[in-house]
């Protein structure tokens, strides 16, 4: 009698628990819905004044206004970026962080048409979506303050505006701050052409300048009284190149040569080459870089030259954290994915047409979840570094049509309308409902916590930049030669 009566207090209690939790988050996705309208007019305006990395003022302004309108507590200029941001909102309990970006692409204007069309002769474009990327985070962080606030709840939340992630690395800078230092968990995500919030590892990468110089002379009247920088740098490329066959099949290593020198008949005495290394294990990446630099310094002694080395980014690999991507994953199931009407399935058939391939994805994809998966992304991001001192969780959604690769055109194009605005607020949502679940259960961010410090192991993570200061110019330079 006694079990009988427990067991129904059981089924009772269950059900209330799941009342409770079906109406928060009926609550925050109310919320979203409610403020679609207006967080689309942000991403639109970012859309509209493509801001490249670290002079994105009036990006992130619109991002911090939208914060202090609801109450967060913002700070800006931290790490030495006058870009960046950090907007509190603390009402004690967990720390949950949400990373920002907002920085466009150089060369990819585009108007949000389904054909090539370009708003401003090698203008910028928002080619990677962090016009979408920052506004859902934004949306998502004041709809969680909502909900905070009309349950008494107590937790904390922060939003990190974090500058130039193309080619910037803007997080790393805010990282080696300690900026993230009490937060217990960081949520973010990436437009992406379909709906997935998988666990992802990535390449760790090191880049940098290797500057020759040598002595100029008339290459025909005078060629023994002359050293050849390019020499150095050609000397170099044939080591690192011969070094391929002895490194870790996973180490990706590309080059190119900004200078070599600026007339045949004249002996050059400046030329440069700019390296990438990458691979999964930053180890690997740092024991590689350091060969490299080996292969610099042989090529300039045997052609008697000098070199310089100039690092100019940094940046780890994702450390995966499979319980919050599960977590997430389940959200993201019970959101749903993008669906397109009569117009925008008419738009997306006409974007498709213009990828010039025979295999592209249905449309149907766009609505679709992604199976969960632990995956391997073979490139780099700056959340790398984030994942390396706070569990960090990401989803991608469908805010381009099915097949489209970012960095193009027809991403610009989704990027600026409805398909959008509609994957922007599915990421919206689910990032919410994790924040959520993490604040409500401190025995998730207690497993997430475990599975961080197994699988950082031994790594002691210490920056790959050094000391170096944010490059705030690297865009406005990049047109020089180096
Ligand atoms: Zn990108
Ligand atoms: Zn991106």
């Not at 060369?107 to 090539?116: C, H, I, K, T, Y």
């Amino acid at each position: 009698m006694k079990k009988s009566i427990l067991s129904l207090m059981g089924v009772f209690l269950s059900v209330f628990v799941f009342a409770q939790e079906t109406s928060h988050d009926a609550f925050i996705v109310r919320n979203l819905d409610n403020n679609t309208e207006r967080f689309s007019k942000v991403a639109r305006q970012i859309w509209e004044n493509p801001e490249l990395g670290y002079l994105e003022f009036t990006s992130s302004k619109l991002l911090i206004d939208e914060l202090k309108t609801a109450g967060f507590k913002v700070q800006t200029g931290l790490a030495g970026m006058p870009t960046s941001f950090v907007a509190t909102y603390d009402k004690g309990g967990p720390v949950i962080g949400f990373l920002a970006e907002y920085d466009a692409l150089p060369g990819l204007s585009q108007d949000a048409v389904p054909f090539r069309s370009v708003l401003v002769d090698g203008g910028n474009g928002h080619g990677c979506g962090h016009n979408l990327f920052g506004t859902a985070v934004v949306a998502s962080a004041v709809a969680l303050k909502e909900w905070i606030d009309a349950n008494n709840i107590q937790a904390t939340l922060k939003i990190f505006g974090t500058p130039a992630e193309e080619g910037g690395a803007g997080k790393v800078y805010m990282v080696r701050e300690g900026l993230f230092k009490g937060v217990d968990a960081v949520i973010n995500w990436h437009p992406s052409d379909r709906n997935a919030a998988n666990a992802s590892t990535c390449t760790a990468v090191m880049q940098g300048y290797f500057k020759f110089h040598g002595q100029t002379s008339h290459a025909a009247g005078a060629p023994q009284r002359g050293r050849s920088a390019l020499d150095g740098v050609e000397a170099m490329n044939m080591m690192v190149n011969m070094m391929r066959e002895h490194v870790d099949q996973e180490s990706r290593i590309h080059y190119v040569i900004t200078n070599g020198g600026l007339a045949a008949n004249v002996v050059p005495d400046y030329a440069v080459v700019e390296y990438m290394v990458r691979h999964p294990d930053v180890t690997e990446v740092k024991d590689i870089w350091q060969r490299v630099i080996k292969a610099a310094e042989g090529a300039a002694m045997g052609t008697g030259t000098r070199v310089e080395v100039e690092v100019v980014a940094g940046i780890y690999g994702l450390l995966p954290n499979e319980t919050l991507a599960k977590a997430m994953h389940k959200n993201l199931t019970l959101v749903g994915g993008v669906e397109y009407d009569q117009q925008e399935t008419e738009f997306a058939k006409q974007i498709q047409a213009s990828f010039n391939t025979p295999r592209v994805p249905p449309l149907s994809v766009a609505k679709q979840i992604q199976p969960y998966q632990l995956t391997h992304f073979p490139a780099s991001t700056d959340v790398g570094d984030v994942s390396y001192v706070v569990p960090t969780v990401g989803l991608g959604t469908a805010t381009w049509v099915p097949g489209t690769a970012a960095h193009t055109w027809q991403a610009v194009a989704a990027d600026g309308m409805s398909i959008g605005y509609k994957g922007m607020m599915v990421a919206a949502k689910t990032m919410a409902l994790t924040g959520k679940d993490l604040i409500l259960s401190p025995l998730l961010i207690k497993e997430a916590k475990k599975e961080f410090d197994e699988r950082l192991g031994d790594v002691v993570y210490e920056p790959l930049i050094g000391d170096m200061a944010p490059p705030l110019h690297f865009r406005k330079d990049q047109n020089k030669v180096k």
